[in-house]
């Protein structure tokens, strides 16, 4: 890429993770990973299946324990303070579900309340994140009419709730077709142009050159460059050519980097919305 960004590593950064490992069993899922997340970034998560993004998301929103290392969230430490680290972000882990006969705004008033959100907060909160996502005109219609694109979309705002100061999103376009795709991208652009912290997950570079500003690679793929290599430049051949979903990963005894890569200007490109009501 064509800068290298040392981020200083400061004590209330939205998201610092120092020597996170994690064993299931004997199996090491996660080696050593120390990342920063600066305030007003979009970082791209990137790694192949099974590279450790969600055991780390997982830890980071307090679902798993890590094995060693440490999480902190704003300067607040995961494990020790769970409730005051997670009150300033929103996460969408995995595949979410919801109950298909509810309708959006009656799945976001049952989030809210269980969230102790107050009903006048939360009609304005549900009108403002409908809107965010662009399913204004389905909040009352029910999920199960909905495609995969949309409840992913719902999925966001439902994430959106509480204003969070941090968005985590996990592989927010996996199972999409690709007007999904581009409908979810669309989405989380518009929220990084709103200058909120995003933390995304994907194993697409395309995908991350697309829509976040940084860069930090997730597992290993022996024999690869990593994509946090100083001078490496990502293209878009990176995530289609015949290297493969790669360029990007080489072992050096840890897993992810606290350089973070600007993404650069002329990889940005632009589509029409192609989001749906
Ligand atoms: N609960 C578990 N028990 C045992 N092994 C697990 C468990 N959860 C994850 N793993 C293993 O840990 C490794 C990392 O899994 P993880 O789900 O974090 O990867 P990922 O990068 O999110 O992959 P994907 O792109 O497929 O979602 C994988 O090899 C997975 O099989
Ligand atoms: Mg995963």
Redesign the pocket.
């Known amino acids: 890429m064509e800068a290298v960004l040392e981020q200083p590593i400061t004590g209330d950064a939205p998201v610092h993770l120092e020597g996170l490992g994690k064993e299931?069993?004997h199996?090491t899922?996660?080696k050593a990973l120390d990342l920063t997340v600066a305030q007003g970034t979009s970082l791209g998560f990137l790694?192949?299946?099974?590279?450790?993004?969600?055991?780390?998301i997982?830890i980071m929103t307090n679902l798993i324990r890590p094995s060693r290392g440490r999480a902190s969230l704003f300067g607040i430490d995961v494990r020790r303070e769970p409730t005051r680290a997670l009150a300033r972000i929103g996460a969408v882990i995995?595949t979410p579900e919801f109950y298909g006969y509810l309708s959006p705004l009656e799945t976001l008033a049952y989030a809210g309340r269980l969230r102790g959100m107050s009903s006048k907060d939360l009609h304005s909160r549900s009108e403002t994140v409908l809107k965010e996502v662009k399913l204004t005109d389905w909040a009352d219609h029910r999920i199960q009419e909905f495609s995969k694109g949309m409840k992913q979309r719902l999925a966001i705002a439902q994430s959106l709730l509480n204003e969070p100061d941090l968005l985590i999103l996990?592989?927010p376009t996996?199972g999409l077709d690709p007007r999904g795709m581009a409908e979810v991208r669309d989405v989380i652009k518009s929220l990084k142009d709103q200058g909120r912290t995003i933390f995304m997950?994907s194993?697409l570079l395309g995908e991350v050159q697309e829509v976040c500003d940084d860069v930090a690679r997730?597992?290993t793929l022996p024999g690869r460059r990593h994509i946090g290599d100083p001078g490496h430049v990502p293209s878009p051949r990176d995530g289609a050519g015949p290297r493969g979903p790669g360029g990007f990963a080489r072992s050096r005894g840890g897993q992810g980097q606290r350089r973070l890569h600007r993404r650069p200007p002329d990889l940005r490109r632009r589509r029409g919305t192609g989001a749906r009501p």
């Open positions: 299931y069993g199996f899922a996660l790694g192949p299946n099974g590279a450790g993004k969600s055991t780390t997982k995995e996990d592989e996996s997950s194993h997730a597992g």
